[in-house]
């Protein structure tokens, strides 16, 4: 579990495997692109090769900064023991334990942050920090720009490869050994793969903007549909952030404090908690203890739970949480072969984290 108060030391962020990879994967891009378009269009022997190498230059530039500007920005975070102006509004809103103090809307805890995040979107290891209101626009400018300069990077990464399968039969002018080979073929896969992934990100991305919602906001945007389709008596659920896309656009960019928002003329400024509220009461009630029969060390590929739990672990950073004979455990997710959910601790605090499923079963009341 992670207790840094990354809002103290925002550089902190930066000792992390996702930034470093990060910034390997950018300067290994750029770097080896503009090695590869110099044999062929070297930027002192024309005006379009000079114009390219500074196009691509302050592509890299710009979308570098922005990445900067995500990282040491961060998401913002609510005060610690943060609570409404009016002492009637904390019914309507949720108490962080951990923050000691209510939620305001829009504000989730992040467990690797430890804190309460402003307009909460998800908490990205690539940054080592969340998405929330102070770098929200910085992450997608970030996106659009990375998307046109990894297109740029490819379409001359393939230019080369052209250029050199050409010259088979011909004088050879662009000297190419296999550790260049290697390279090439590694960078032009990781250019590929950064524009297919980014533009998938930023598809999912633009959805929200233009919603004025949040990957989490969503989720409970769903949930509440579902809900209403279960139960028609239920008063219908109006997304109370929803203005309209131009007022949408203008929300996402305008500098608020990130916690006091415009909602819909039809709506109260409660009205998402409220339903944030209603939700969690549900789940809540579903919530089953389960007991530990078999002991979990938290290593990620536990081969002693067998082949198909270390193949199919969770895909994310978080917590593998270790687990005794005996141990209770609340179990809030889970996949095919792993659960996640925390356990108290004797000193009153929660541990989180996932677990295989096979080291847990249902709690009954004569196991006690
Ligand atoms: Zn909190
Ligand atoms: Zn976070």
């Not at 656009?249 to 404090?257: L, S, T, V």
Request: proline share 5%.
């Amino acid at each position: 579990m992670s207790t840094v108060n990354y809002s103290q030391f925002p550089l902190m962020r930066f000792v992390h495997w996702g930034p470093i990879l990060s910034i390997i994967i950018y300067k290994c891009v750029t770097l080896t692109t503009l090695y590869f378009t110099e044999i062929w269009w070297p930027c002192y022997g024309s005006l379009g090769g000079f114009l390219n190498n500074t196009i691509l230059l302050t592509l890299f530039f710009i979308s570098f900064t922005c990445y900067l500007k995500c990282v040491i920005v961060g998401p913002g975070y609510l005060p610690l023991k943060w609570k409404p102006d009016l002492e009637e509004d904390q019914q309507y809103l949720q108490f962080c334990r951990i923050c000691d103090g209510y939620k305001a809307p829009r504000v989730h805890h992040c467990h690797k942050c430890n804190r309460c995040v402003l307009r909460m979107d998800h908490h990205c290891p690539w940054l080592n920090t969340c998405v929330g209101h102070a770098n929200h626009p910085y992450f997608v400018i970030f996106i659009i720009v990375s998307i046109i300069a990894s297109i740029q990077s490819s379409i001359l990464l393939l230019k080369t490869l052209v250029l050199v399968l050409a010259q088979y039969g011909h004088q050879i002018l662009i000297y190419f050994p296999l550790n260049l080979t290697l390279l090439w073929i590694t960078v032009f896969g990781l250019a590929l793969c950064l524009t297919f992934t980014l533009s998938l990100l930023l598809y999912i991305q633009m959805k929200y903007v233009l919603k004025n919602s949040t990957t989490i906001e969503d989720w409970i945007i769903g949930k509440a549909i579902s809900r209403r389709e279960q139960d028609q008596s239920l008063p219908p659920f109006i997304f109370p952030y929803n203005l309209g896309r131009i007022n949408n656009i203008k929300e996402f960019f305008a500098k608020g404090d990130g916690i006091h928002w415009k909602v819909r003329d039809e709506c109260n400024v409660y009205d998402l908690t409220i339903e944030q509220l209603e939700q969690k009461l549900i789940k809540e009630s579903w919530k089953k203890p389960m007991q530990v029969i078999k002991e979990y060390n938290g290593r990620w590929f536990p081969l002693v739970f067998g082949l198909c739990v270390c193949c199919q672990i969770p895909w994310t950073d978080e917590a593998r949480m270790p687990l005794a004979v005996g141990d209770l455990v609340q179990v809030t997710r889970f996949h095919k072969y792993w659960m996640y959910g925390h356990k108290n601790l004797p000193d009153g605090s929660r541990l989180r984290g996932w677990f295989p499923k096979q080291c847990v079963t249902l709690f009954t009341k004569k196991d006690n």
